[in-house]
Structure formats: structure tokens, C-alpha cells
């Protein structure tokens, strides 16, 4: 009786137990490798996504990996390290393209290779990319005119990211074909952050010296955001500034008065969404070209509400 009782419980364990393996092994990124390689690593953006693609990741039993560059503007450094995981035979590379245009051969060889290659927040040009995860900068550039249309008189000034940074550039393409529309407002120059706040910090100083009348600065993110507005209120000015990111130190800029509002973008959301579209990839599924996340005002009323990445 006894040994058909212990007989019985040894069964059960091996059902439980091959139950438990068929689980395991039906993850999809069991045995694969799944690298990122973000603009840099410095920014809390660029963390923010890569959290929740290493999260996603590693639920669905991916190996995770992940490098960049020390600065958005270090191309042929990105483009190294995107070598080095070709190299290494990872099976997925998620990318935030530094340049639009110097990364197609990359992305080229990848796919050559039969890594899948998605890109998130950061465009890249023709190439062999599965899909682009991200907001619609060119639309969230519209946004942002669209409030200085309702909000602000006068002339502004533009601190864009860096050359080749696509989303910068959508950003500040889609605010110069919306401002058009607002005849009271002047955009009178413009000149390149680097996505650094102490750059932005002394391109605003010089809009300022430049423009003793100016109104309002747009800056293509929340990091020169805060550089131009620090500048703003150290030359006690009464200019606007408005950011690009509803970054957490963004919406703390806001509350502080540093900043007026920032456009608010989804990197966690993001980082999520391009690993599920490699595991429907993966899956043999067919994946959306682009998939777009939504954008929104942050202001004094809602920050509040931003400060931690959505």
C-alpha cells in the first residue's frame, strides 16, 4: 500500500515537473540573445527604454545584452559596438539610431546575418530593419507649435538635437510646417544641442545676448530643455521654454519653474512594444512597419503625474 502510495507521488512530481519544463522551453527567447544599443547610456531616457526592453526580454527568456556609446554623437562608435554584437551572433538587436543615415550598412549586415533589427524612438533610412518602434516626432514637432501657436507672441529660437539625429530632426521639421500657421510667432534661429545640457545651456546664453526681445525657446529634449531654461532664469528673462521628452526631471523642471511644459513621450512603452513585436517576429507573425505611441502636453497641471517614465 505504502509503495504504491510513494509510486503515485514520484508520477505526480514527473507530470508536475514535465509540466513546469514544456513552460520553460515554450518562452521564445529560450537559447537566444537579445542586445540593445542605445544613443548613450547617459541620458535617463535612453535608461528608461532600456529597463523595459530588458525586463521584457528576460521574461520571455531571452539572454539580455546591452552597450553604447558615451554620447548621441559618437556614431562610428554605435556603429562599432552594433558590429561587435553581429560578431557575437545575437539573434535580436534592438537600436536607437545616433544617425539616420550611418547606420543602414550596419543594420544591412545584420539582417544579412539573420539578426532581426528593430529600431525604436530613433529612425534609421531605407534598410533592412524589421520595424520602428516610437513616437511620431514629426507630429510631436507639430505639438509643440501648435502651443506656442495658443500660448506665446513673439520670436523663437530652436535647439535642435544633433546632425543625423532623425528624431530631432522630425521634431524640429514638424514644429517649422506647423509654426506657419501662426503668423504672430517669428522662429529667428536655431542652432544644435548635442543633447547635452551644458551645450544647450550656452546656445540659449547666446539666443538671449542675440535676441533681447526673444519669447520662447523649443528645445528637441528634456535635457537642453533644462540647459536653456537654467539660462533663462540665471539672465532673469521672461522667456518660454518648452522640452521634448515628459522625461521625470522634465516634469521636476516644470514643477520648479525651469521649464513651462514638455511634450511627453512613452520610452518604457517602447521598449516593451519592440520586444513583443521580435517575439511575434519570431513567431513568424507579420509586424507593422511602424508602430507609433502617443505623445502628450505635460504642464504645471499634470507633471505631477510624470514623475516616472511612462
Known amino acids: ?16 515537473g514535465a509540466a513546469g519544463y514544456i513552460q520553460a522551453s515554450e518562452l521564445i527567447g529560450t537559447g537566444k540573445t537579445l542586445a540593445f544599443v542605445p544613443k548613450q547610456l547617459g541620458n535617463p531616457y535612453f535608461v528608461a527604454v532600456k529597463d523595459a526592453v530588458e525586463e521584457a526580454a528576460l521574461a520571455n527568456g531571452f539572454a539580455f545584452r546591452v552597450n553604447a556609446p558615451d554620447s548621441s554623437i559618437e556614431v562610428d562608435k554605435q556603429i562599432a559596438i552594433v558590429e561587435a554584437f553581429i560578431g557575437a551572433g545575437v539573434d535580436v538587436l534592438v537600436l536607437i539610431p545616433n544617425d539616420a543615415t550611418a ?8 539582417a544579412k546575418h539573420g539578426i532581426a533589427v528593430f529600431l525604436v524612438d530613433s529612425g534609421a533610412d531605407e534598410s533592412d530593419y524589421i520595424s520602428y518602434i516610437g513616437t511620431d516626432n514629426y507630429a510631436g514637432g507639430q505639438l509643440a507649435a501648435h502651443w506656442f501657436g ?55 546664453e547666446n ?39 515628459g ?7 516644470i514643477l520648479d519653474g525651469v521649464m513651462d511644459v514638455s511634450i511627453a513621450q512613452q520610452p518604457r512603452l517602447m521598449g516593451k512594444l519592440a520586444v513583443e513585436a521580435a517575439i511575434k517576429h519570431l513567431q513568424g507573425e507579420e509586424v507593422e512597419r511602424v508602430i507609433y505611441t502617443d505623445c502628450e502636453i505635460v504642464d504645471k497641471d499634470n507633471a505631477h503625474l510624470y514623475l516616472e517614465w511612462h
Do not use: W
Open 150 to 204: 495658443a500660448n506665446v507672441k513673439g520670436k523663437v529660437a530652436i535647439i535642435d538635437g544633433a546632425a543625423g539625429n532623425a528624431a530631432t530632426t522630425a521634431r524640429y521639421m514638424g514644429f517649422m510646417d506647423a509654426i506657419v500657421d501662426y503668423p504672430h510667432i517669428q522662429v529667428v534661429t536655431s542652432d544644435y544641442g548635442n543633447g547635452d545640457m551644458g551645450t544647450a545651456m550656452m546656445v540659449a
Open 207 to 245: 539666443f538671449l545676448t542675440a535676441y533681447p526681445d526673444l519669447a520662447g525657446i523649443f528645445a528637441c529634449d528634456d535635457i537642453m530643455a533644462k540647459g536653456a531654461g537654467t539660462a533663462v532664469n540665471a539672465a532673469r528673462r521672461d522667456v518660454i521654454v518648452v522640452g521634448f521628452d
Open 1 to 16: 500500500m505504502k509503495k504504491s502510495l510513494v509510486l503515485l507521488v514520484i508520477a505526480a512530481l514527473a507530470v508536475v
Open 247 to 253: 522625461s521625470p526631471d522634465g516634469a521636476q523642471a
Open 103 to 110: 547606420v543602414v550598412d550596419v543594420i544591412n549586415e545584420a
